[in-house]
């Protein structure tokens, strides 16, 4: 039987603490149901035995302590909420137990933005992660040693996983399942929660809202060019000369400031325009093309999908608003 701990920390979602240990239970129950013993033991463990989360709304008591789990197979780490920094700090006492799991043996799963509490643990340095796409940019920030992935659901290296944003950790629970158990019981499960069992990428549901949280004026001002010109073709060189910096120092400090080459920059701003119309106009897909600055269909189909994960037809039909 393979022992799943899941966390409860300070000031986390309650729905991350419950779904993995309604989802292991019910595989539990699948099982037993096929004429098979349950595989999973799932009890969840704190650093005290009551956590109140929501305000005080809602009240989690842990199965055992810290101290009470010598060792265990698979630790889970539930998303946190509110501020990052801050609900890091509250859990700095569960660091050193989820470090010396891993040391024995243990597998490592952090659901949405319980990355960041993975990736304090260093655990994360030079090794792959997938988090929540509206908090990419401020992991980044907190933990530049970690390659942190766009647009990815699930990320697997070297027994430590990690998922992208709020319901996406259910793809890793299944990833979970298919691998501890098989295929088929990861199938049946998808079928029993709802959940498409094989969707790989968050790109489509991801805002682009420019990253402008630092301090370079420059960049902060070629920015918010990009972003008012948006039917227009920019070149680099122009970008340069408006903001009066050299060619190769404007490109340098660009990709410095916003983790993105300019042309990179332009097209996501281009893009998301792009998304936005969709969502909220008639215009057919050639009207919304010109309109942010692309006049070649291919390019523009072929970005379009690079970005969002989707087509221009499929993201229209998926998230136009209906009258």
């Not at 986390?12 to 013993?37: E, H, R, T, W």
């Not at 647009?151 to 990690?162: A, D, F």
């Not at 950790?169 to 691998?179: A, D, G, M, S």
């Not at 190769?248 to 042309?263: G, P």
Request: contains cysteine.
């Amino acid at each position: 039987m393979k022992s799943i701990s899941i966390l409860v920390p300070e000031s986390c979602v309650l729905q991350a603490i419950a779904d993995p240990q309604y989802c292991f239970s019910a595989v539990n129950q699948f099982m037993q149901m096929s004429g098979k013993d349950p595989l999973f033991d799932v009890k969840l463990v704190g650093k005290s035995p009551e956590v109140k989360l929501s305000g005080g709304s809602y009240s989690v008591h842990a199965d055992f302590l810290l101290d009470d789990v010598v060792q265990t197979d698979l630790v889970i780490i539930p998303a946190l909420f509110g501020n990052m920094q801050s609900a890091v700090e509250l859990n700095r006492e569960l660091i050193p137990w989820i470090i010396k799991q891993h040391k024995q043996g243990a597998e490592i799963a952090s659901l949405c933005v319980g990355a960041f509490l993975l990736a304090d643990t260093g655990l994360l340095d030079g090794k792959k992660c997938s988090t929540h796409w509206g908090f990419i940019q401020e992991f980044r920030q907190m933990y530049p040693e970690v390659e942190v992935q766009d647009g990815s659901i699930v990320t697997e290296e070297n027994g430590i996983y990690s998922s992208g944003g709020a319901t996406s950790y259910w793809n890793l629970l299944l990833h979970l399942v298919e691998k501890y158990v098989d295929r088929e019981t990861a199938i049946l499960t998808s079928k029993y929660f709802a959940i498409d069992i094989d969707r790989s990428n968050q790109s489509a549901f991801a805002l682009f809202n420019g990253q402008k949280d630092h301090k370079d004026e420059a960049i902060i001002k070629a920015q918010r060019f990009i972003e008012q010109n948006i039917e227009d073709k920019l070149s680099i060189d122009f970008l340069a000369d408006y903001v009066a910096i050299g060619r190769r120092s404007f490109e340098r400090r660009f990709k410095t400031a916003t983790n993105n080459s300019v042309l990179e920059y332009i097209q996501r701003v281009k893009i998301e325009s792009a998304k936005r119309s969709f969502e909220n106009s008639l215009k057919n897909i050639n009207e919304v093309m010109l309109d942010v600055g692309y006049s070649d269909t291919k390019a523009f189909r072929t970005t379009f999908k690079k970005i969002t994960g989707l087509t221009p037809l499929e993201y229209r039909n998926k998230y136009r608003k209906m009258a």
